[in-house]
Each structure stands twice: as C-alpha cells, then as structure tokens.
C-alpha cells in the first residue's frame, strides 16, 4: 500500500527566512500525483502546490516551491521569505488514479517575527 | 458560488446516538470524498463517490454510511456513535476531468461523542 511520511512533526522558521519541509513516499505505480495541503488553526484545508510525477520540472507557486526527487521518491517543500501567515500545519499528499489522498501525519510550522 | 459546505460545524453526540454530517457541493464535481483528522494525524478516506448513485469504501469505513442521490450531496451517517469516532470530518470534492485533479474541502465538522 501506498504510504506517506512527514519525519518532522514541527518545524520553525525566521520571518523573511527560507525553511524546507520533508515528505517521502512508497509507490510502485509511475503516474502520479503528489501534493502539500496547509491547514490553518481554521482547519480549512488549503492547496499550496501540486506535482505531476511525470513532469521532471518541480513546481513553483509564488514563494512556494517544491524539489521533487522520483527517484528517491521524495517531495519536499521549500518556502521562501516565510510569512506569519505561513504559520500552519503542512500535509504532503500522494494521489493514486483512482482520486484517492493518501496524507502524512503532518508538519506544524512556527514563523517568528 | 460557495464551494463545499457542511453542516453542521460541531457536534456532541452520546454513545450509541445516531447522526448524518451533511456536505454539498455546487461545483457540478462528480467525485466526492469524505475524510476524518484524528488529533495529530493526517487524513484518512471514510468514503468516496465516482457519481450519483455509487460509492465505494475508503480506508476506514467501519462504522458509517453513505448515499449519492444527487451531484451536488453526499451526507455520511454514523449510526450507533462510539468514542473512536470522535474527530474532525472533511468532505472533498473534485471535478476528475484532465488535469484537475485538486480536491475542493469543505471546513469541517468536528463531533465529539462521550
């Protein structure tokens, strides 16, 4: 079956600084999806990018950017000049074709000032 | 156009009432889903609908019910409510036409059972 990890439960960053969150995920399939979700304390869940695995290029959203690693079968998330509306918790998500979300247990992230 | 809503936002049910969580969508998506957050934890699929009239389980479907009448709803039932079913229920939906595969969420409906 197809799982998702997030190995860091919180994560913090600087306001104005860079911060990278890790997602690794187990597949056999080649076509894809791979997605990171921001759930803010209004727990509305908030698409923030999205990957085709057979696109080789990462995805880029704004300050939002993704470095995508097929063969290591990584995903993470870069954000850039963070904000302390970046403030939330972070989910990676793997799609099969079927539409189903696969999730990860999460990343809270803090933004100092 | 207002998206997914669901109702009703929160709820606190006694162990062994009965409940439906609504969900509605106006966005003409044929694929709907509904999940539940456990504190701490991610998503898990309850149930999903490919279209009015079909649905089929998720990973974690014990425990509830669901009908597609129509497009636009997809209520889930929990009938005989236990604690392990206290959680944040999400429902989803999704067009599945090319390459819109996003899912839309709707903000949630947190029940408490004791």
């Known amino acids: 079956a197809q799982t998702v990890t997030q190995s860091q439960p919180e994560m913090s960053v600087q306001e104005a600084e860079t911060v990278t969150l890790s997602c690794t995920y187990d597949t056999s399939e080649s076509d894809y999806y791979l997605f990171w979700y921001k759930q803010p304390p209004s727990r509305q869940m908030i698409l923030v990018i999205r990957q085709e695995a057979y696109k080789q290029q990462n995805a880029t959203e704004n300050r939002f950017s993704v470095n995508f690693q097929k063969a290591a079968k990584s995903f993470s998330l870069k954000i850039s000049d963070s904000q302390l509306g970046d403030a939330a918790m972070y989910f990676c998500a793997y799609q099969e074709g079927t539409d189903k979300l696969i999730f990860g247990t999460g990343t809270r992230l803090q933004v100092f000032p | 156009n207002a998206g997914v809503t669901q109702t009703p936002k929160f709820r606190i049910l006694k162990i062994g009432q009965s409940m439906t969580l609504q969900c509605a969508q106006d966005m003409n998506h044929n694929y709907m889903y509904w999940y539940r957050q456990d504190p701490g934890m991610g998503l898990k699929l309850i149930y999903y609908s490919v279209g009015a009239g079909i649905t089929d389980k998720g990973e974690v479907p014990n425990g509830y019910n669901v009908s597609r009448s129509t497009t636009e709803d997809f209520p889930l039932r929990l009938e005989l409510a236990a604690p392990s079913q206290t959680s944040v229920y999400f429902c989803?939906?999704?067009?599945?036409?090319?390459?819109?595969?996003?899912?839309?969420f709707g903000p949630g409906t947190r029940l408490t059972v004791t």
């Open positions: 989803a939906s999704s067009p599945r036409t090319g390459e819109l595969y996003e899912q839309y």
